[in-house]
């Protein structure tokens, strides 16, 4: 991996980071604390499924 390309996906990852706060009270203020939570939950098992796929 380049030097760029490690600070990209550096810098990529503290621009997520940042927006999971919004995200997290936008989804609860929807949905209740527990309802939120399980949404979020719910679909960062999706996404991790489709992007790595199941374990073996």
Do not use: D, H
Not at 14 to 38: D, F, N, Q, Y
């Amino acid at each position: 991996m380049t030097r760029q390309k490690a600070t990209l996906i550096g810098l990529i990852a503290i621009v997520l980071w940042s927006t999971m706060v919004g995200l997290i009270r936008g989804v609860s203020e929807g949905l209740g604390p527990v309802g939120g939570a399980a949404a979020i939950y719910s679909l960062s098992g999706l996404l991790l499924i489709f992007t790595v796929g199941f374990p073996r």
